[in-house]
């Protein structure tokens, strides 16, 4: 007749080669599911979590690449109007007539005044 161990026999008696026998809980299939589900769908809030911080920290590079664009751009556009301004002054316009094509400002006998109207 096999010995068991009750519960109110010491403790000293586990040591005398009695095997303890551990019982595990059986789940059921439900509980394995349902278990499987919540462990599914915590992987994907993390890893949604993880991409929406990866996205959130691109765009930001993205942004200020962006910025830095648009202020030498800015600058460009500056220095150009500045060169345009340079090249379209009347100064610069006459010195060029004057020295290059060898013009001279009109005489008033080579002015001719038209009576120009137009919407008669």
């Known amino acids: 007749m096999p010995r068991t161990l009750e519960p109110d ?16 809980k059986k789940y059921s299939k439900r509980e394995i599911i349902i278990g499987i589900t919540c462990a599914i769908i915590l992987i ?23 910025e830095e664009k648009l202020s030498a751009l800015r600058n460009e556009v500056e220095e150009l109007e500045t060169q345009k301004s340079s090249l379209l002054s009347l100064e610069r316009v006459e010195k060029i ?4 094509l060898n013009l001279e400002k009109a005489k008033e006998e080579q002015i001719i005044y038209d009576d120009f109207n137009p919407f008669p």
Do not use: C, D
Not at 97 to 100: G, N, Q
């Open 44 to 66: 994907l809030v993390f890893t949604f979590y993880i991409w929406h911080q990866m996205e959130y920290v691109r765009i930001g590079y993205e942004i200020g690449e962006l």
């Open 97 to 100: 007539a004057k020295e290059e």
């Open 9 to 24: 026999q010491p403790s000293s008696e586990l040591s005398r080669g009695f095997k303890t026998l551990m019982v595990r």
